[in-house]
């Protein structure tokens, strides 16, 4: 199982940096997406070449494979495939255009939620005693339902359905909090007439590093200790901005960068509780 888990990762840690570059680099968000569309795209075609090569030690080699190891590929190829086409047909002008175009989208997004709610449930209920079924390549029983997909997912060597989905439901996730921060941006900017935005009487400025801010939200997303859970970790990634007036880019990629780095993979959680015991030990002296 190392053996994959090496190439897989190395090619995670590749797509990390590799997207971060992008995003450094393009003017706006369509240029972006587009570049990244094509980069991930090579990146999957090596994976492919890889696994199609490989032969999975055991099932649950298999399973890790088609549950989490592709779909963090192949979620990211479906987010800016379908963030280019987001914004290439977003309308320009007013405002209430706009807003009814990102409604829509939204609908759309919930459409699928609905269709695919028993594995999106699945999925955040965190369950396996379904994955030899969902997540194992049988090529006379590929999904139930069947389900159709797309060109590259056709290949019953590189492909389960629900693999596919669970990218699809992770990358619509994405994209559902990009639109949602594109709604509560809009009213902040612009707020009633005469009224100055509250946050904007007591901005406050996040003066660490944005590796640190990352490993917060994860940290409290994962504990679900605002609102029990509920929004995701993206929409809480939305407000830490908001509140400390920083850019955290795409939260979903901060975890990989997180899971390839060597040392530690949580230096500034760690790091502040040294910090909190160093301050009590202090007070008890």
Known sequence: ????????????????????????????????????????SSLIKRLKEYILDYDFKDEAEEILFFKKIKPQFQSELIYFQKLYYFEANRPVGAEAEMRKYYKQELKKIDGFFLQYRPLRLYHLLGTSKSDAHYFVRNEENP???????????MDHNFSTPHSYNLAKLQAY?????Y?????R???????????E???????????????????MVIGIAEMGWVNHGDG??????????????IKLDNIYRAVLGMAIRKKDTTPYINGMRVAVERKIQQKNE
């Open 179 to 183: 639109i949602n921060n594109l709604l």
């Open 232 to 245: 995701g970790i993206k929409e809480l990634a939305g407000d830490f901005e908001r509140m400390f007036n």
């Open 185 to 195: 941006r809009k009213q902040e900017v612009e707020p009633g007439a005469g009224q």
């Open 143 to 153: 999904g139930s339902p069947p389900l159709l997909m797309a060109t590259a997912e």
């Open 173 to 177: 996730d994405q994209l559902k909090n």
């Open 1 to 40: 199982m190392r053996i994959m888990k090496q190439f897989t990762d190395t090619l995670l840690g590749e797509m990390t940096e590799g997207l971060q570059k992008i995003s450094l680099g393009a003017e706006n968000q369509l240029q972006q997406a587009e570049r990244s569309f094509f980069f991930i």
């Open 197 to 215: 935005p509250a946050a904007a009487k007591r901005r406050r400025t996040w003066t660490g590093p944005k590796a640190a801010a990352e490993e």
